[in-house]
């Protein structure tokens, strides 16, 4: 089993940034890839960005350019760095991790986003 803990969400005005952390723990081999969703009210979950072990990012349109993801291999953990944030970045962030041995996707429990003035 696998436990994704995330910290770093927040109230932030627009054009502010927010760095969000993700770190996993349990009996796991490697976990690839490790990213980040949003749940916007209303809305259903979209990808913001994921990261292989290897380094090979992927972000949503939305966000390329502003959100950086990256990774620590030795502690399991991703990062979420926001910038430039707007409005429509309000959402509930959750983790997202892929491991082995068997592939299962695992989640966070969430951590709200708000961007307002």
């Known amino acids: 089993q696998v436990q994704l803990v995330e910290s770093g969400g927040g109230l932030v005005q627009p054009g502010g940034s927010l760095r969000l952390s993700c770190a996993a723990s349990?009996?796991?081999?490697?976990?690839?890839?490790m990213g980040w969703y949003r749940q916007a009210p209303g809305k259903q979950r979209e990808l913001v960005a994921t990261?292989?072990?290897?380094?090979?990012?992927n972000y949503a349109d939305s966000v390329n350019g502003r959100f950086t993801i990256s990774r620590d291999n030795a502690k399991n953990t991703v990062y979420l760095q926001m910038n430039n944030l707007k409005p429509e970045d309000t959402a509930v962030y959750y983790c997202?991790?892929?491991?082995?041995?068997?592939?299962?996707?695992?989640w966070g429990q969430g951590t709200q986003v708000t961007v307002s003035s």
């Open positions: 997202y991790a892929k491991a082995a041995p068997f592939g299962r996707d695992y």
């Open positions: 349990g009996r796991m081999g490697t976990i690839n890839p």
């Open positions: 990261i292989t072990s290897a380094g090979s990012t």
